[in-house]
């Protein structure tokens, strides 16, 4: 008689035979499918579908932002950079006059133009089919009508509400009655409803000219920030080539500088030389040190090389050389924690969705105002949000990614996508969270490459974070001495999943939220990351 299977009471991956869309908002996950449903492309549903993420997960996304996106189409992938420039007003000699070594972490002076809004233009010109006024009305509706707040999402509101309190003329927009919305009220925004609206109308012009950019302006000047209105004339977004990666036979795509692509590519480089599936079997402790110390390496790497490249081009070919990945893999010491330099933003929340069509179409696209709820202003009857990107500039003469004027700061969004041993797509994922991106993606690589995982359980598993220097979190999981004898090897556990998060500490104990679609012989199959409220909605 054979042995009787368990049932198995965890989520299941999705699958799909025309389409699927993911998102970390069921809403948008619904909009996607019904996009392509109706005849649109998976250009056409990410669009709607970030313009929904925009308004639902306000403290996350929004006009105010930036956007990268990696478009597949007809065996070719197109990368999409629309982060923003720093305002012309902003120079190193005054930034450090007003504030000292180190780069304020909220307010007007973080405030880059927002590059999210030309980036879903170019998308929509090079590949969308569907008229954007309706690929918008989405999102205008439901911010209009009013929608449910979701349950994780307002704990994440409820994180950057003192940003908002702290630097906002007016915060009553996205704190009505001076709280914070609660899981399933009813939340509406009318003055955002309009402007989306208006840029489905009117393009370009609508946001990046005339009132909206003049109330912007305005705002961020008379709260210290360094814009000008000539600063919104030029494009923000440019298409790009996507910078390459291997492990295991497969290629991992990312966005080249300023984006942070290469610690994904660089750690991974460096994990391949271990037998991870064995060391994983054996002792699990030793394969999360081995993680932890590779990307403390790549990061490492990349604060001292990736920044705009119209500034600095960063050795993306020498720090993925051989030679030099089996150098950074013997620094490795495999019993002790090293001391690394900052491994970059810890506090961050952004909003990442995939989708993919029946012809096989996929992007991949990740949009953010970067900390929760950004730089904390709110620009007055428009209700756009602006970001702190500016934040992660340094104030160092000379350093690469020193503050100056119109300059692209060292980013930490990044979609990716997976390519098997020929070439063609087999994933379309990305992980968001602050520097938690990078470390995401690779452990979810792992996960699926070498522990032989599906797809939903490679973005369930229990992850580990590093936050900088020795400092570390990891989620709760089923070794009860894992923090434990991480901490032996020399590493600070600041979290290891033993009691509630709360608003406080939520930047530390996130490990961020995945979402990924993955090409099957015959289907589609998608997972959602249970960290947010999030789906797999198939076609």
């Known amino acids: ?29 619904v909009i996607g499918r019904d996009v392509l449903q ?73 405030i880059n ?16 089919t569907m008229d954007l006024a309706d690929l918008f009305e989405h999102a205008a509706k439901l911010v209009d009508d009013g929608f449910p707040v979701g349950a994780k999402i307002s704990q994440a509101w409820a994180a950057g509400a003192p940003t908002l309190r702290k630097y906002s003329p007016d915060s009553t927009a996205y704190l009505p009655g001076g709280r914070v919305p609660t899981a399933g009220s009813i939340f509406r925004e009318q003055s955002l409803a309009r402007v989306w609206r208006r840029i489905g109308r009117e393009g370009r012009d609508a946001f990046y000219s005339g009132e909206v950019r003049d109330r912007i302006v305005e705002t961020v000047q008379k709260g210290g920030g360094y814009l000008q209105a000539g600063d919104f004339d030029a494009i923000q977004a440019d298409w ?45 402790v030793q394969a999360c040190h081995l993680i932890l110390e590779a990307i403390k390496l790549a990061y490492a790497d990349a604060a001292a090389t990736v920044a705009d490249p119209r500034f600095l081009q960063a050795p993306i070919e020498d720090l993925l050389d051989p030679a030099y990945i089996t150098q ?42 970067s900390a929760p709820f950004g730089s904390g202003v709110v620009v007055p009857g428009i209700g756009v949000i602006m970001n702190n990107r500016l934040a992660d500039f340094v104030l160092v003469p000379g350093h690469p990614n020193a503050a100056a004027p119109h300059k692209r700061v060292r980013h930490t969004i990044l979609p990716s996508m997976l390519l ?69 090897m020399g590493h600070e556990v600041v979290w290891d999943g033993s009691t509630p998060a709360s608003p ?36």
């Open 1 to 29: 008689m054979s042995t009787p299977i368990p049932f198995d009471n965890r989520r299941a991956p999705v699958y799909g035979r025309y389409g699927m869309a993911c998102s970390s908002t069921p809403l948008a996950a």
């Open 38 to 110: 109706a005849g649109g492309n998976a250009a056409d549903a990410a669009l709607a579908m970030a313009a929904v993420v925009n308004v639902t997960e306000p403290m996350m996304s929004g006009l105010g932002g930036d956007m990268f996106a990696i478009v597949w189409k007809d065996g070719k992938a197109h990368g999409l950079n629309a982060s923003g420039f720093s305002g012309s007003l902003m120079t190193l000699e005054r930034v450090r006059a007003e504030y000292g070594d180190n780069m304020p972490q909220a307010g007007a002076a973080t």
């Open 113 to 128: 133009v927002p590059g999210a809004l030309d980036g879903y233009l170019e998308l929509h010109k090079q590949f969308g």
């Open 240 to 284: 790009v080539e996507p910078i390459r990666g291997s492990y295991r036979g497969h290629t991992i795509l990312e966005l080249p500088p300023n984006g942070q692509g290469i610690v994904a590519l660089e750690a991974l480089a460096i994990l391949e030389g271990f037998d991870l599936a064995a060391i994983f079997a054996a002792d699990e």
């Open 328 to 369: 950074r893999r013997a620094a490795i010491d495999r019993d002790h924690a090293s001391d690394n330099p900052p491994a970059g933003r810890v506090f961050g929340d952004t909003t990442y969705l995939t989708v993919v069509d029946r012809d096989r179409m996929a992007v991949s696209l990740i949009t953010s105002i």
């Open 420 to 488: 098997d041993a020929s070439g063609a797509l087999k994933m379309s994922f990305g992980c968001m969270g602050g520097n938690m991106q990078p470390q995401g993606q690779t452990q979810i690589l792992i996960n699926l490459l070498d522990r032989g995982m599906n797809l939903q359980q490679a973005l369930d598993a229990p992850r580990v974070r590093v936050l900088d220097g020795r400092r570390i979190s990891i989620e709760r999981h089923p070794l009860p001495d894992l923090g434990k004898r991480l901490a032996a």
């Open 504 to 539: 406080g500490n939520i930047g530390e104990s996130f490990e961020g939220s995945a979402q990924a679609i993955m090409f099957e012989p015959e289907s589609l199959c998608g997972a959602s990351d249970p960290r947010l409220d999030g789906i797999a909605c198939p076609l």
